[in-house]
């Protein structure tokens, strides 16, 4: 009996030849129980070792596996191939990064940015560690726990076309991030990390597409809290306006 | 840290402003005043039109209705513009967008004022 | 603002197409949204023609209102209540996602938050209708 | 030439705890921290059920410290315990001061849950993502030092040692397929365990012991290799871990006739709440264990990845789950098509942790000066002959914030390293690269081998264990070795060369299988992890020591050290 079969159409890239990346079609093995992932690993262990993609944990939380995969941006380890059928599928590197090598493109531009946004703990004082833990209830929790679920796959940067038209756009990932630590009951670190969201090239770029959390994989939805972010300056600016001496301390 | 000034989060209330009215609002006016009037379902005769825009309120209303949508028209068209590929015209499309929506409001005003 | 990162050598730098709009089923609905906006601007525009022909007197008034019942602007009119209709789906639907509303602890499911937006978008425009059609 | 005074291999929760006490140990530091993946990436994200710290009234360090020792079958040591189990409820409030989001209590204390094992509620969680949590916590925080300086996507390929003093690693940058120095005058390997030497595995691609082999190949033994955990709760197939915590909320496990089987092996009485150290929340080599005798009765499903039983949670319902285990009913609606809040998940057990790992003292040094290891490839050892469920997140945090604050001191009292000697190990190592991989012509491929590896390990170093499958193994491992001197890349590209790692990844599993393998064969006794139906009894006369396994040219010579015993004697680990 012939084995079931489905064709995968990679983008392949090679950075010291080729000027364009092109696609090249493989013909792997079809189990009803594969990811995109698996594929690819088959034609890197059997057919062509050049392949270059990254992948880790293979279950979906340590965010390296992200491609375009019919053109939509996907974790590859949770895209399985029957949700394909019969194929082909196109697997390209994630839009609007530049492209290193075959499927694997640079991420530097957003671990600069998530620095920038300062996704960490601020405050005036620190209270020893002796004294125990600071308290937060479960509702103060729930507040910003959606936010720190981000795994940074870079999906909603692949997702957002603003990001695509003008690269300076800090995006999804790391306003969210910055957003989760203005929301954490914990931080007093409001008055340093909104006036960076709310720059120019902050949350102002955003023109609402929404793509971002349509495909973001761990229900983050980086949207709504650059729309939150985006009330919160609007107020702080109609404030200084009002209060020119800071309503804000 | 020093923070840039910008001017976004002006544009960006008017905009949402202009935009909840728009969606609350326009709608049916649309469907009065483009269809059903002009269609004959329903009357709307001068007298009445001239009763109804000579209160302040209504005066009020229609400022609303008209001056501030424009604000989110403004500001989506700019970025409509921006998005095609205008990025190089960043800032006369801006501040051609943003000016049409002041002009707008100017003449909405002297409009209902010199009734 | 700080200037974009010098292209690094080696890497494949995508371009963005100015059709990218028409990759994306999502992309295009978006664009319709935002052309919207243009449809809503000229309506009100008409709408302050309309209240400027008022005040000029009965006959000014007339020819308008006839002028606005040629088939182009009812067919104008038509394609922009569509996009009315549209802006007003997808804006009600955001405004819930944007604005968080607390009930004690929880927080107010989206979903419900943009239901009671949608009812109370109806009741208004009944009301509107309802007190232009009254007295006329 | 790239320096720093101290310089952390791996940017998983050990290398950026102890990247971080480094930096706030002086001002005048610089700290570099290499990694061949983003540190987000790190396996440390995937860690599910929680960590481990005294945190209640109810509880005390000495029930921590005793309930690790006797889980470890007393080949803890003792005085590693001790500091273990006290400076644990610091480590994990400094986390929660790092802005980790730990589930909470009603009253915003943080919440504890029961885990395997443990005789108190005394684990820590973040749902069930609390190494997902704690390494973004630890990474985002490790941003505000600017005296950081990272080397994202670099794979460590040698120690260079010089006057026997480490000085440094030599380093490939993935992006440019460059290999260069990076000095330091002290060096800590934060490089995470070596699951990958197995082919049913809950660790992620990039485990494949290479910190372990740097430090094997430049002398410093390798401790405890033969106790490998088995999890006894993995998805068949692709080896995805079902957390512990699942059990520790009350789920059942249960054969193919339903019935709660681990009653039959002494850990009943079954009850509807969770017991602590009964039934499903026994600790997890007896459960493995149990696990195979019931398929050796012939009461286990039998699938097409093997033999499996069933994890069931619906009893808890919707609510519990979503709350308590919402990680547990994505992966599993994803993976296996299952909802748990209907159906009973497939579980199986798979290779988990590696108890063992480069041996250091409790400030993480090993006998190499300059050379420090924290985090799971180490073994200080706490974890003995089995390690409990949720005491690794807090063995890297107390232990990496020790080997960090050591590695800094260490520092401190050095001087500037001289980078000529340096320069030239550096070329040395691009030159075997060269030679070995990118310009070779072998016919051996990587993936063979790798697989070839996996089974023997499987057949030979699986729960039970024997004497004659051990030396088949040993004699496959060997061969393999050799076989692998002939492997040839399809890839000779300087970029991202994916196919050079593979390589080198291999290279350190084929080491770190030998050390297993080897350590196993030369206990003959049943302890912990390491059972042997040669051996079924333990053997404190002959073997309440650890063993040490150093590289030798015809493989690893297994030494042994004593075991540091402070308060517990020894007695008979019964549950
Ligand atoms: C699925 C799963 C669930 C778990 N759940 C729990 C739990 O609930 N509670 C608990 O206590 N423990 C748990 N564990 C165990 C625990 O997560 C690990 O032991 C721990 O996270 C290891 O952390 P680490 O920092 O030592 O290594 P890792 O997080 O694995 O990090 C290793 C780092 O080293 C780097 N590295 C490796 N090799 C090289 C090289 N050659 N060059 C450069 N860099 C290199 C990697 O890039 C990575 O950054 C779990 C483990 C697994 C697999
Ligand atoms: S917000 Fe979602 S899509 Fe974006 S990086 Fe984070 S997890 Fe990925
Ligand atoms: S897709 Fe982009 S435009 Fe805004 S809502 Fe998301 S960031
Ligand atoms: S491999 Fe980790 S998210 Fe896919």
Redesign the pocket.
């Known amino acids: 009996m012939a084995e079931e079969t489905i064709t995968l159409e990679v983008t392949r890239y090679r950075p010291r030849e080729d000027r364009e990346p092109r696609a090249q079609a493989f013909t792997v093995p079809y189990r009803k129980d594969w990811v995109v992932l698996d594929a690819l690993n088959h034609i890197k262990d059997r057919v062509d070792g050049t392949l270059t993609y990254r992948w880790s944990c293979r279950m979906g939380v340590c965010g390296s596996c992200g491609m375009m995969v019919n053109g939509v941006p996907k974790l590859t380890c949770a895209a399985f191939l029957r949700d394909y059928l019969p194929g082909p599928i196109r697997v390209e590197p994630l839009a609007y990064f530049p492209v290193i090598r075959d499927l694997v493109v640079d991420i530097e531009d957003f671990m600069g940015k998530l620095r920038r946004v300062m996704p960490w703990i601020i405050r005036r004082t620190e209270q020893p560690l002796t004294a125990g833990e600071y308290r937060q209830t479960p509702a103060q929790l729930e507040a910003y726990k959606q936010f720190s679920m981000c795994i940074n796959c870079m999906l909603c940067y692949a997702a957002c076309p603003v990001y695509g038209l003008s690269p300076l756009f800090i995006g999804p990932a790391a306003i969210a991030l910055g957003y989760r630590y203005n929301l954490d009951s914990r931080d007093e670190g409001y008055h340093l990390r909104q006036p960076i969201l709310a720059e120019a090239v902050g949350v102002w770029q955003c023109t609402f597409v929404g793509e971002c959390s349509a495909v973001c994989p761990k229900g983050v939805d980086p949207a709504a809290a650059i729309q939150r972010s985006k009330v919160a300056g609007a107020k702080d600016w109609f404030l200084s306006i009002l209060l020119p001496r800071g309503g804000r301390s | 840290m020093s923070t840039r000034k910008t001017s976004e989060p002006f544009w960006w209330g008017l905009f949402s402003v202009g935009g909840v009215v728009a969606a609350f609002l326009v709608p049916v006016h649309l469907f009065i005043h483009g269809l059903a009037v002009p269609l004959g379902w329903i009357a709307f005769p001068h007298a009445r039109m001239l009763a109804l825009v000579g209160q302040p309120l209504v005066k009020v209303y229609l400022f609303v209705l008209i001056a501030l949508p424009l604000y989110h028209w403004a500001h989506r068209f700019r970025f409509v513009l921006e998005d095609l590929g205008l990025h190089a015209l960043r800032a006369p499309i801006a501040v051609g967008c943003y000016g049409s929506a002041v002009a707008g409001t100017v003449g909405t005003l002297w409009v209902l004022l010199r009734l | 603002m700080s200037a974009p990162p010098a292209p690094r050598p080696g890497l494949y730098y995508p371009k963005m197409p100015a059709t990218w709009w028409l990759r994306r089923p999502a992309y295009l609905r978006f664009m319709l949204r935002e052309v919207s906006s243009v449809f809503i601007a000229i309506f009100l525009a008409v709408l302050m023609v309309q209240v400027y022909r008022a005040g000029q007197g009965p006959e000014a008034y007339a020819a308008f209102l006839e002028r606005l019942a040629s088939p182009g602007w009812i067919a104008f009119h038509a394609v922009a209540l569509g996009f009315a209709l549209y802006h007003s789906v997808t804006w009600l639907k955001l405004t819930a996602v944007v604005q968080v509303v607390r009930l004690g602890e929880h927080q107010v499911p989206p979903r419900l938050v943009a239901a009671g937006a949608f009812a109370f978008w109806g009741i208004l425009s009944l009301a509107i209708l309802f007190a232009v059609l009254l007295r006329s | 030439m790239l320096q720093h005074d101290v310089l952390v291999?791996?940017?998983?929760?050990?290398?950026l705890r102890a990247a971080i006490a480094a930096a706030e140990e002086s001002d005048r530091l610089s700290i570099g921290v290499?990694?061949?993946?983003y540190?987000m990436r790190?396996?440390?994200v995937?860690?599910?059920?929680?960590?481990a710290a005294v945190m209640r009234e109810n509880d005390h360090l000495d029930f921590h410290a005793k309930d690790t020792i006797f889980g470890g079958d007393f080949l803890s040591d003792q005085d590693a315990v001790e500091v273990f189990v006290r400076e644990a409820p610091a480590e994990v409030i400094q986390l929660e001061h790092w802005g980790c989001p730990w589930s909470r209590d009603p009253d915003g204390r943080v919440s504890v849950r029961p885990f395997g094992g443990m005789t108190v509620n005394r684990t820590l969680y973040a749902a069930d993502k609390?190494?997902f949590h704690m390494l973004h916590a630890l990474f985002q925080t490790s941003l505000k030092y600017e005296k950081i300086v990272r080397y994202d996507e670099?794979?460590?390929t040698s120690l260079l040692v010089e006057d026997g003093k480490v000085c440094g690693v030599a380093a490939l940058n993935l992006h440019d397929g460059q290999v260069s120095p990076v000095t330091a005058k002290a060096v800590i390997i934060?490089?995470?365990?070596g699951g990958r030497v197995y082919p049913f595995t809950?660790?992620a691609a990039?485990?494949t012991g290479?910190?372990m082999a740097l430090a094997y190949r430049a002398g410093v033994p390798l401790k405890d290799m033969e106790f490998v955990q088995y999890h006894p709760t993995g998805l068949p197939g692709t080896g995805i871990?079902i957390?512990e915590a699942s059990r520790s909320e009350g789920g059942h496990l249960k054969n193919k006739d339903g019935y709660r089987y681990l009653q039959d092996y002494g850990l009943g009485p079954p009850t509807d709440k969770p017991v602590h150290r009964k039934m499903e929340l026994g600790p997890r080599d007896i459960l493995s264990r149990c696990h195979i005798q019931e398929y050796q009765k012939g009461r286990t499903f039998d699938g097409p990845y093997g033999h499996y039983v069933h994890l069931d949670l619906r009893h808890l319902g919707e609510k519990v789950i979503d709350k308590q285990l919402p990680f547990v009913r994505e992966l599993t609606r994803n993976y296996v098509g299952i909802d748990p809040v209907h159906e009973p998940i497939p579980v199986r057990p798979v290779v988990?942790?590696m108890m063992g790992g480069i041996s250091t003292d409790l400030d993480g040094a090993t006998v190499l000066p300059g050379l420090y290891a924290a985090?799971?490839?180490a073994c200080v050892s706490i974890n003995g002959a089995n390690r409990l469920?949720?005491?690794?997140?807090?063995e890297?945090l107390v232990f990496g914030a020790r080997a960090g604050r050591a590695a800094a001191r260490d520092a401190l009292g050095r001087p500037p390293i001289r980078s000529n000697p340096l320069a030239q190990l550096a070329a040395d190592e691009r030159r075997r690269l060269n030679e070995r991989f990118l310009r070779a012509d072998g016919r051996e491929r990587i993936a063979e081998i790798r697989e070839e590896m996996q089974k023997a390990m499987e057949k030979g170093l699986g729960i039970y264990r024997d004497r004659a499958t051990m030396q088949e193994t040993c004699k496959t491992l060997r061969h393999l070795r050799e076989r692998f001197a002939h492997v040839g890349l399809m890839d000779r590209d300087a970029v991202f060369n994916t196919e050079l790692i593979a390589a080198l990844e291999l290279e350190s599993l084929l080491h770190v299988a030998e050390t297993i393998a080897h350590s196993a064969l030369a206990r003959e006794e049943s302890r912990g992890a390491h059972t042997r139906t040669d051996f079924p009894k333990r053997d404190d006369t002959r073997f309440l020591k650890h063993s040490l396994a150093t590289h030798t040219p015809d493989g690893p010579r297994i030494d042994y050290s004593p075991v540091t015993i402070t308060r517990w004697p020894p007695e008979e680990r019964k549950y």
Not at chain 4, 190 to 193: N, V
Not at chain 4, 389 to 394: A, K, M, P, V, Y
């Open positions: 291999i791996g940017g998983g929760g050990a290398g290499l990694s061949k993946v540190p790190s396996h440390t995937s860690a599910e059920g929680g960590t609390t190494g670099w794979f460590a934060c490089t995470g365990g809950t660790n990039i485990k290479d910190g871990l957390t988990h942790y985090g799971e490839t469920g949720s005491n690794s997140l807090t890297l």
